[in-house]
């Protein structure tokens, strides 16, 4: 069985989801893939992994770096998918990484090769957002592309962490549009 809370924040609102222990889904709500990993019967319920997550949410969107991480299930992903998130989840509060970064440091640990739109694709389909902060993720040039949640969300995010703005660029048109 799985459970859902929602979350209003400053972006919008927000569904959470869980196995009753862990975080399993954490999605912005109209996002492209949204809750595409709840599958089958879930019921809305105060669980104390929702309660710790709203905590969470509540310290992030106060512009302040969470000094903690709700435990999370990544649930049925590829073990490639599982790696992208986890550099993720390595990127500091603030910053940001490249797509083509985290496929370079996935060639060093795999030696196999990866592309940085293979990393795309597998941040496009995080189903735990803002918590793995796929947001602070960038195109090599500084663009800001490849938000499932949209740009103006990814935008609203890295400036509420206070991020650098003078090297990003808005794409005119692409998958962040």
């Known amino acids: 069985m799985h459970y859902i809370a929602k979350y209003l924040s400053p972006i919008g609102g927000i569904t959470m989801a869980s196995d009753g222990g862990a975080l399993t889904g954490l999605w912005i709500d109209g996002q492209k893939y949204y809750a595409d990993n709840l599958l089958g019967n879930y019921e809305e319920k105060d669980?104390?992994?929702?309660?710790?997550?709203?905590?969470?949410?509540?310290?992030?969107?106060?512009?302040?770096?969470?000094?903690?991480?709700?435990?999370?299930?990544?649930?049925?992903?590829?073990?490639?998918?599982?790696?992208?998130?986890?550099?993720?989840?390595?990127?500091?509060?603030?910053?940001?990484?490249?797509?083509?970064?985290?496929?370079k440091q996935i060639e060093k640990e795999t030696g196999g090769r990866v592309s940085a739109q293979a990393v795309g694709g597998a941040g496009g389909h995080n189903s735990i957002s803002i918590v793995i902060p796929c947001h602070r993720v960038v195109g090599t040039s500084g663009s800001l592309t490849?938000?499932?949640?949209?740009?103006?969300?990814?935008?609203?995010?890295?400036?509420?962490?206070?991020?650098?703005?003078?090297?990003?660029?808005v794409p005119k048109k692409g998958t962040a549009l």
């Open 47 to 103: 669980l104390p992994i929702f309660t710790q997550t709203k905590k969470w949410l509540d310290i992030y969107f106060t512009g302040s770096a969470p000094d903690f991480t709700p435990p999370l299930a990544m649930e049925g992903i590829s073990p490639f998918r599982r790696r992208v998130w986890k550099i993720m989840l390595t990127i500091p509060f603030g910053k940001t990484m490249t797509y083509g970064s985290i496929a």
């Open 146 to 169: 490849g938000y499932a949640g949209g740009i103006d969300k990814k935008i609203a995010l890295l400036k509420n962490e206070g991020a650098d703005f003078s090297e990003f660029t």
